[in-house]
């Protein structure tokens, strides 16, 4: 399996993007995907993650209500709606899928491959 990340770009505060995550190969051994974040200087953050299926997400606490991550099966992508940016919101967004762990998780080791990381940059 394969991970190619889009989407990324400069955006003023209050502003949208929409991250694209498309998965090629063996998709079928992928239990669920996420998205992960880092900033410069910091750790990586979960941001959200989503079942294979769609039917379960999570989101941190800090994009609830802002994001939505949804599933595109017909294209094997996921994808990130963030809206209402915020300068905060600025990193390196990385997406993740976990082809060994039944479930949906937001702990960043239960994911075996990941992608490259596109750059998200909110200015305020």
């Known amino acids: 399996v394969q991970l190619q990340a889009s989407g990324g770009g400069l955006v003023q505060a209050g502003g949208s993007l929409r991250l694209s995550c498309a998965a090629s190969?063996?998709?079928?051994?992928?239990?669920?995907m996420a998205w992960f974040r880092q900033a410069s200087g910091k750790e990586r953050e979960f941001v959200s993650a989503i079942s294979w299926s769609g039917d379960t997400t999570y989101y941190t606490n800090s994009v609830k209500g802002r994001f939505t991550i949804s599933r595109d099966n017909a294209k094997n992508t996921v994808n990130l709606q963030m809206n209402r940016l915020k300068p905060e919101d600025t990193g390196v967004y990385y997406c993740?899928?976990?082809?060994?762990?039944?479930?949906?998780?937001?702990?960043?080791?239960?994911?075996?491959?990941w992608g490259q990381g596109t750059l998200v940059t909110v200015s305020s």
């Open positions: 993740a899928a976990n082809r060994y762990y039944s479930g949906t998780y937001s702990r960043g080791s239960i994911y075996d491959l």
């Open positions: 190969g063996r998709t079928f051994s992928i239990y669920s």
